[in-house]
């Protein structure tokens, strides 16, 4: 069974700091790029960060840069969002997802919110 499975999510105050896991099992996990998306209510899904299978090359929203890290460890299958800085506007459910370039593979995780308020 393929399962993404978020956590991480909540409340957290503007200017605070979060981090988010995803814990992945039932493929590959080192064969696959990870992705974070975010959807917030009435806009579209939108792609916050990027790392290739090997980690290293990183790639990241123009709204989030220079406010979040996207790490992975391999041994743990695990890829990880951190975020500081927060704001109301990155309030949104966070996605995780797996991508395998070749054969156009890719997962979901079914999201944890991340609430940015007062």
């Known amino acids: 069974q393929v399962q993404l499975v978020e956590s991480g999510g909540g409340l957290v105050q503007p200017g605070g700091s979060l981090r988010l896991s995803c814990a992945a099992s039932?493929?590959?996990?080192?064969?696959?790029?990870m992705r974070w998306y975010r959807q917030a209510p009435g806009k579209e899904r939108e792609l916050v960060a990027a790392?290739?299978?090997?980690?290293?090359?990183?790639n990241y929203a123009d709204s989030m840069k220079g406010r979040c890290t996207i790490s992975r460890d391999n041994a743990k299958n695990t890829v990880y969002l951190q975020m500081s800085s927060l704001k109301p506007e990155d309030t949104a459910v966070y996605y995780c997802?797996?991508?395998?370039?070749?054969?156009?593979?890719?997962?979901w995780g079914k999201g944890t919110l991340v609430t940015v308020s007062s």
């Open positions: 997802n797996a991508r395998l370039l070749i054969g156009d593979v890719n997962y």
């Open positions: 790392i290739a299978s090997a980690g290293g090359s990183t």
């Open positions: 039932g493929f590959t996990f080192s064969s696959y790029s």
